[in-house]
T-cell receptor
Framework: EDQVTQSPEALRLQEGESSSLNCSYT??????LFWYRQDPGKGPEFLFT???AGEEKEKERLKATLTKKESFLHITAPKPEDSATYLC????????????FGKGTLLTVNP | DADVTQTPRNRITKTGKRIMLECSQT?????MYWYRQDPGLGLRLIYY???????NKGEISDGYSVSRQAQAKFSLSLESAIPNQTALYFC???????????FGPGTRLTVL
């Protein structure tokens, strides 16, 4: 059974204080690792898809990286508007649809 | 306009009532999904549909039913709502590769 564990559960940063969120996964044949951002009361917003170890993707202050066991979402010089819950999900090799989600990391960036 | 829309956005109902949540998409995707989100449990798949004639149960389908009225429309019904169905409900879509799922804004359902 696929498993996704995100840490920490909550992270509080000062504006400009860079940090990383972790997503550890167990999956049979990874067919994609997905990062989403979710604001309170809203639907998850797609950020990145990573497919193979060593792959990196960037968008503004966010950079996602992937190894064979985990993914990191690096946040450089965060701003208060980066405050949200960040969700990680994986798709395994035996499925062409099923995503297994982690419980998310609640990021708060204080001004 | 949003690519994936859900109605209603909020609903309060009573135990035993029948409820329908609706989802529409303009992304042209074949695949549509219904999830629920509960605090501390993450997103869980209720039903999914690969096209109008292909509907499948997800991991928590008991107490729910769905209807795919058209490629762009996918409805979720609670035949007899119960309090533990209180949750956030999200519709999502993806293309045939299923590579990335795009979510709607959600429906907050409260069953009293």
């Amino acid at each position: 059974e696929d498993q996704v564990t995100q840490s920490p559960e909550a992270l509080r940063l000062q504006e400009g204080e860079s940090s990383s969120l972790n997503c550890s996964y167990t999956v049979s044949g990874l067919r994609g690792l997905f990062w989403y951002r979710q604001d309170p009361g809203k639907g998850p917003e797609f950020l990145f898809t990573l497919y193979s170890a060593g792959e990196e993707k960037e968008k503004e202050r966010l950079k996602a990286t992937l190894t064979k066991k985990e993914s990191f979402l690096h946040i450089t010089a965060p701003k208060p508007e980066d405050s949200a819950t960040y969700l990680c999900a994986v798709r395994d090799g035996g499925s062409n649809y099923k995503l297994t989600f982690g419980k998310g990391t609640l990021l708060t960036v204080n001004p | 306009d949003a690519d994936v829309t859900q109605t209603p956005r909020n609903r309060i109902t009573k135990t035993g009532k029948r409820i329908m949540l609706e989802c529409s998409q303009t992304k042209g995707h074949d695949r549509m999904y219904w999830y629920r989100q509960d605090p501390g449990l993450g997103l869980r798949l209720i039903y999914y549909s690969f096209d109008v004639k292909d509907i499948n149960k997800g991991e928590i389908s008991d107490g729910y039913s769905v209807s795919r009225q058209a490629q762009a429309k996918f409805s979720l019904s609670l035949e007899s709502a119960i309090p533990n169905q209180t949750a956030l409900y999200f519709c999502a879509t993806s293309d045939r590769t299923g590579s990335t799922q795009y979510f709607g804004p959600g429906t907050r359902l409260t069953v009293l």
